[in-house]
Every structure is written in structure tokens, then in C-alpha cells.
């Protein structure tokens, strides 16, 4: 069982119930936020973020998912659009034209570093 509660001000992501209920990693909150674009509270965008993210803009992207659907893990290709979620281009051309990275799977996007922000 995955969900979410409110806590000490921020969400946060919780893997099991009752007893065993325990926050999520920040790997394991980007494995399953990623499979599930129904949960981004951001859609079609989901932020992530890798590395010295505060000073460094190129640390900060989103993935983009145009279709609001669920899929298994193992079919996202997650795509990194390097951007600022708060300065998006005003234009969809002028988005596509951002600079991206393309990875084959969610464990590979974060061996780059990349993870949910």
C-alpha cells in the first residue's frame, strides 16, 4: 500500500500501513511517482532535481506527460527536460526546444542523479 500524509508542514510519502508504515525513500517515492502520473500535483509536469540544484540550473527539470495514465514501471522513458517547473517557456514550441536527457528507465534516469523534487 502507497499514499501520502501531511507532515511537520510537507507531504510525504509513506510504503505499507498499520504498523509497518514507514516513509518512502527518495528513490522509491521517484520510482513510484514516475510509474503513476495520476498522483503528480504538478500534471503534466513532474519535477525532479539532481545534484547542487540551488546553484546550478541545470539541475533542475521535469518530466512531461502529456497523457494521463497509469503505466508499469518497466514502459516509462522518462525524459529530463531541463527547466525551472516556475519558468516553463510561454510557447509548447519553446518548450520542446529546451535541452534534454533521454533515459531507458526510471533506475537508469537515477543512476544520473536525477530524483523527484
Not at 531541463?82 to 510557447?91: D, E, Y
Request: charge should be neutral; include cysteine; aromatic fraction near 12%.
Amino acid at each position: 500500500m502507497h499514499g501520502m500524509i501531511f507532515l511537520n508542514g510537507q507531504v510525504n510519502l509513506i510504503k505499507g500501513g498499520g504498523m509497518n508504515a514507514r516513509a518512502m525513500t527518495p528513490e522509491e517515492a521517484t520510482v513510484w511517482l514516475v510509474a503513476d502520473p495520476t498522483s503528480w500535483s504538478k500534471w503534466p509536469y513532474l519535477p525532479v532535481k539532481r545534484g547542487d540544484y540551488f546553484n546550478d540550473p541545470n539541475s533542475m527539470g521535469v518530466l512531461y506527460n502529456p497523457i494521463k495514465k497509469t503505466l508499469p514501471v518497466e514502459a516509462v522513458r522518462p525524459v529530463v527536460i531541463i527547466c525551472n517547473l516556475f519558468m516553463l517557456p510561454k510557447t509548447y514550441k519553446e518548450f520542446l526546444e529546451l535541452p534534454r536527457f533521454s533515459y531507458n528507465s526510471v533506475e537508469t534516469m537515477m543512476e544520473d542523479g536525477w530524483i523527484v523534487d
